[in-house]
């Protein structure tokens, strides 16, 4: 299960879309269904009814907060323990439990853990301008034809923004830049990922960019005075398809009015890149040995190394220790 992008926390959904009704949404390649269970707390279980294997996220939400399977009205609740089965009252109920992973509400939005696991695993690490109460945020979505991969080194790789974004973002390097420049590209490794600072012949930053493993990228954009930052999660649906998330922070003109227009600019940045980043052969990335890289591609080597390192190989077990399973649907 989420093979190649297992045991991490990933954002999956703003919260306000998951309301009364389950929510179906496939996850490097497993399909999940969120649902709001008791109290209206997110529950998150694999999508695949323990019967007979239909998708729950056909069904329905109980007054109690069960999700009901649609075929033979089997409920779970957001553990994923079975709380009734109609007809069949001398059922044994506890062999008979649906999959959950781990989810979390944190600020506007829902995180999912990609493995069923048997302990609850550490919190994930959530950037506070995707938090803080005081900043005004963006968000907006596109679908990529392409390995969450190939997408994410595009948002660690600054020496594109010249010829790429060259109408938009890249404009200043675009026109400093001579036949004789040179980009310095720094990379300090973090806790958390990776900070990396970027100089054109010497010239100061132009801020910061900062990795968040598994699949984020933070632009924070200096303005004297304001936070003003830009966040890329770049969540894996299966092989060949990567739902880009695009969320602005900022704490100045904070009238909702003008988030279109935030909305507008993030859009034309992301859709500059998309042909670009699609084309990419072979799909997911390779081990640094199988392309040519120069210095000023030393974050997305960072990258790639701690994909190989961690990602490429993992996968989680299909089934959970029910023991367990309350634990896992904790929400804050
Ligand atoms: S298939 Fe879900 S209850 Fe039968
Ligand atoms: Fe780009």
């Not at 323990?81 to 109609?86: H, M, Q």
């Not at 507008?264 to 998309?274: E, F, K, P, R, T």
Request: net charge positive; hydrophobic share 40%; aromatic share 8%.
């Amino acid at each position: 299960m989420f093979q190649g992008f297992a045991h991490v926390w990933t954002p999956v959904l703003p919260a306000r879309r998951l309301g009364s009704k389950p929510v179906g949404l496939t996850l490097a390649g497993e399909r999940l269904v969120l649902f709001r269970a008791a109290g209206g707390a997110p529950a998150a279980l694999i999508d695949r009814c323990p019967h007979r294997g239909v998708r729950l996220s056909l069904g329905k939400v109980t007054p109690d907060g069960c999700l009901a399977c649609p075929f033979h009205g089997w409920q779970f609740d957001g553990a994923g323990a079975n709380r009734r089965v109609p007809l069949d009252p001398d059922a044994k109920r506890e062999r008979l439990f649906a999959t959950p992973v781990p989810v979390r509400q944190l600020g506007e939005l829902l995180w999912v853990y990609t493995a069923p696991v048997a302990q609850t695993p550490a919190e994930p690490n959530v950037p506070s301008a995707l938090v803080d109460p005081s900043l005004t945020r963006t968000w907006l979505e596109r679908t990529w034809r392409c390995h969450w991969t190939r997408a994410m080194e595009n948002m660690l790789d600054a020496p594109h923004l010249p010829f790429v974004h060259r109408t938009t973002i890249g404009r200043p390097i675009a026109r400093q830049m001579t036949a004789d420049s040179r980009l310095v590209t720094s990379w300090e490794e973090q806790p958390w990922g990776g900070r990396q600072r970027s100089s054109l012949d010497g010239a100061k930053s132009l801020g910061h960019l900062d990795f968040h493993r598994p699949n984020m990228m933070s632009l924070h954009i200096p303005i004297p005075g304001r936070r003003f930052s830009i966040h890329a999660i770049v969540i894996p649906l299966d092989m060949s398809t990567t739902r880009l998330v695009i969320i602005g922070a900022r704490d100045f003109a904070p009238w909702r009015v003008l988030n279109p227009l935030f909305n507008l600019v993030n859009g034309i940045i992301a859709d500059q890149d998309q042909a670009v980043v699609e084309s990419s052969d072979p799909p997911v990335v390779p081990r640094p040995s199988l392309e040519v890289s120069v210095a000023s591609d030393k974050p997305t080597l960072a990258f790639r190394r701690y994909f190989f390192e961690q990602l490429q190989e993992s996968s989680s077990e299909p089934t959970v220790n029910k023991a367990c399973a309350p634990l896992l649907s904790a929400s804050s």
